[in-house]
């Protein structure tokens, strides 16, 4: 299974909601990536999960908050979005952090805020 | 910093090849990945060159010189299905590790 699964594939939110956007994969491996991409533009880093633990914060605003249960599974909880925060969030996956591996991605999904 | 250089937009033909370039400064570089990503669909990874020379699977072949700061993916026979924007990643060592990703460039292949 080389599989990284995301729900909802679609998010409309207001900028007053709580939501999560959640990932899975079963591949067994340790790090898990959460991106942002903006039409036309590449994949922007926003968090690294090693080993369960945020290894990696590019200084993404608070009102994105990470959050690892467990080695398959990745959490993004939006809270008091902005209309520019509207992007795909893609979530990816690699053996380890260390770059040696590639990444699997899974599908995305495509947030609007109003 | 890192500075990773693709150009936007390139055309083929359909049965033709085509070479997209990806130039890059950094320092402590340590590996490069070629990923492709359809419209609206996730990046799928391709190629990853941390050696100089050429990696060839079936109709892609990815190049790197690494004293040039230059790689390059080939691709052979196009088909329409290739249309797609590719994207080179470059990892550096001395830092995260996690590659960072150029802008990308958008193939057209049309009939």
């Known amino acids: 299974d080389t599989e990284v699964t995301q729900t909802p594939k679609h998010l409309v939110m207001g900028m007053t909601n709580k939501k999560s956007l959640k990932c899975e994969q079963h591949m067994g491996h340790r790090a898990m990536y959460w991106y942002k991409q903006k039409a036309k533009k590449p994949p922007e880093l926003m968090f690294v999960y090693s080993y369960e633990k945020l290894s990696i914060n590019e200084s993404v605003p608070s009102r994105f908050s990470p959050e690892c249960p467990n080695s398959s599974l990745l959490n993004l909880h939006l809270h008091a979005l902005q209309p520019e925060d509207s992007a795909l969030y893609l979530c990816?996956?690699?053996?380890?952090?260390?770059?040696?591996?590639?990444?699997?991605f899974g599908p995305g999904t495509r947030l609007t805020v109003t | 910093g890192q500075n990773i250089d693709q150009p936007t937009e390139m055309t083929a033909t359909e049965g033709a090849i085509v070479q997209i370039n990806c130039t890059y400064q950094t320092s402590g570089f340590n590996g490069l990945f070629w990923y492709q990503q359809h419209a609206g669909e996730a990046p799928t990874f391709l190629s990853y060159?941390?050696?100089?020379g050429l990696e060839e699977k079936g109709r892609f072949s990815s190049f790197l010189s690494r004293s040039k700061g230059y790689s390059y993916l080939l691709l052979k026979e196009l088909q329409m299905k290739d249309s797609a924007s590719y994207l080179c990643?470059?990892?550096?060592?001395?830092?995260?590790?996690?590659?960072?990703f150029g802008r990308g460039t958008s193939l057209i292949v049309h009939p």
């Open positions: 060159n941390v050696l100089d």
């Open positions: 990643a470059v990892r550096v060592s001395g830092g995260s590790y996690i590659p960072t």
């Open positions: 990816a996956s690699s053996q380890d952090d260390k770059g040696r591996y590639e990444q699997y």
